[in-house]
C-alpha cells in the first residue's frame, strides 16, 4: 500500500514538473498595444503567424479614410498593403514596393512586405484611428486621450510569464 502512494506521489510530482518546466520553456507571441508614455498596456492578444490586423484612419487633409494592413510574420509586424480614396499629402502616386492597383474608386498598395520592428502611433479625434483585428474595431481615439502616444509591438513571453502577468 505505501508503494503505491509513493509511486502516486512521485507521478504528480514528475508530472507537475512537467508542466511546470513546459510552462517555462514554450514561448507565446503577443501582439500588444501600450501606452508608450505611461507603460500601460491598452491590449494584447497572443498571435500566430498568419494573424493580420489593420489600422484605419481619417487622411488629415483629405478626410478620406486610409487603411493600412499587417501581418504577423516570424513573430515580427509586417506591413503589407495600404488602401485609400485620394491622393493627399503623404499618399503614394505609385508604389516604390509592391504591387499599385487602381479600382473600385480606390487606390491600392500590395504586397509592400515591409518588415517593422514596431508601430508608433500618435491618436487622435479628427483622424478617428481605428485598430481591427479578428474583424472587431477598437475606436483607440475613444479609449484614449487625443494626443496619446501608443507603441504597436509583438513580445514572446513563457506561457507562465504570460499567464502571471495577468494576475
Request: charge should be neutral.
Amino acid at each position: 500500500m505505501t508503494k503505491n502512494k509513493n509511486f502516486k506521489f512521485f507521478l504528480l510530482l514528475f508530472l507537475f514538473i512537467i508542466l511546470i518546466f513546459s510552462l517555462l520553456v514554450f514561448k507565446v507571441n503577443v501582439l500588444q498595444i501600450i501606452n508608450y508614455q505611461s507603460d500601460k498596456i491598452i491590449w494584447e492578444q497572443t498571435v500566430e503567424d498568419g494573424d493580420d490586423f489593420s489600422i484605419k484612419y481619417l487622411h488629415s487633409v483629405a478626410k478620406t479614410p486610409v487603411i493600412e494592413f499587417f501581418e504577423i510574420k516570424d513573430g515580427k509586424i509586417l506591413l503589407t498593403g495600404t488602401e485609400y480614396q485620394s491622393y493627399g499629402a503623404g499618399l503614394p502616386t505609385s508604389a516604390e514596393q509592391g504591387d499599385y492597383i487602381v479600382a473600385d474608386d480606390k487606390f491600392i498598395i500590395k504586397n509592400i512586405d515591409q518588415k517593422l520592428p514596431e508601430i508608433m502611433l500618435r491618436v487622435s479625434d479628427y483622424a478617428q484611428h481605428e485598430f481591427i483585428y479578428n474583424e472587431k474595431n477598437y475606436k483607440l481615439y475613444e479609449n484614449v486621450k487625443t494626443e496619446t502616444l501608443l507603441q504597436i509591438k509583438t513580445e514572446k513571453f513563457s506561457y507562465l510569464r504570460f499567464i502571471l502577468r495577468r494576475y
